[in-house]
């Protein structure tokens, strides 16, 4: 019915394929684009649209748009919550420290020569656990509690301002309820600017992938480039004038979801397998 249809418009009405065709068609405005996309992809990270192919046919327009993602997610991130960071570093500082200290203190513990002695460890052990998260809690309300007050002494503009304190607050919040006393990835990216459908790529993994570039391209990427900094938020590139050995390692980690979204010219539209779910 399809072919018939196809067969009538081309012969009984002049033009009407190309018509049809042409209304695919909409002009690209990379500025236009590059401001919406960041919306984009967190619309399609909430209704689990993710993993994602994008296309651009135009090889440089892709390339293009992967950079100027890159640099405004960098300064969302930035604005919107500029102690992140700061605040991984002194939860896995201040961790570390307790880890130093706890086998400190186990080696302290003198057994004594009853039945019960390792329960008794065990008892003293999850005493001082305790003692120790409830400083650590302690430790870190202040440091929120500081940064809080730190944005009242910055020099943006009142709107900023509140938009920081109202994150970090909520933030604090959350924290609060389930606090994470735990090692901490200190170089990771704010999960709201990371686009997988599952954890985040942590930084042994990212180090892991630039050994293995380095090792089957004989090129050392610097660890600050797009493209690891990408990586890390779930966003890969993928066109046709990069080495094979690099994308079948972007291949690989497509495959293992370990990258959500993956923008891409003409390349991937040529029947590879990969688990997606979504293309635009």
């Not at 959350?174 to 994470?180: G, H, I, K, Q, V």
Request: charged share 35%.
């Amino acid at each position: 019915h399809l072919k018939k249809a196809l067969v009538y418009l081309g012969t009984e009405i002049p033009n009407s394929i190309d018509t049809i065709l042409s209304s695919f068609h909409t002009k690209y405005d990379e500025e236009v684009d590059a401001n919406t996309i960041i919306t984009f992809f967190k619309e399609c990270k909430k209704n689990d649209f993710l993993p994602m192919l994008l296309f651009n046919t135009d090889k440089s327009k892709i390339t293009n748009l992967f950079y100027k993602i890159h640099q405004m997610l960098v300064e969302e991130e930035t604005m919107n919550y500029p102690y992140y960071n700061k605040i991984l570093e002194k939860k896995n500082e201040l961790f570390q420290k307790h880890t130093e200290l706890r086998q400190i203190h186990s080696d302290k513990i003198k057994l004594k020569k009853t039945n019960d002695a390792r329960s008794d460890k065990q008892e003293k052990m999850d005493k001082y656990d305790k003692e120790a998260k409830a400083k650590y809690t302690e430790d870190m309300t202040n440091v929120y509690n500081g940064l809080l007050e730190d944005i009242k002494k910055t020099e943006l503009s009142d709107k900023v301002k509140e938009l920081q304190r109202k994150n970090l607050s909520k933030e604090f919040k959350e924290w609060l309820a389930e606090p994470d006393f735990c090692y901490q990835d200190i170089f990771k990216k704010h999960p709201k600017y990371c686009f997988t459908s599952v954890e985040p790529m942590s930084g042994s993994k990212i180090k892991e992938v630039r050994r293995e570039i380095q090792k089957t391209l004989g090129v050392k990427i610097q660890y600050e480039h797009p493209l690891f900094q990408l990586l890390k938020r779930g966003i890969g590139l993928y066109t046709e004038d990069m080495p094979e050995q690099y994308k079948w390692i972007l291949q690989k980690l497509m495959t293992d979801r370990e990258i959500g979204i993956v923008l891409s010219d003409r390349t991937l539209c040529l029947g590879i397998d990969l688990p997606i779910r979504t293309t635009c």
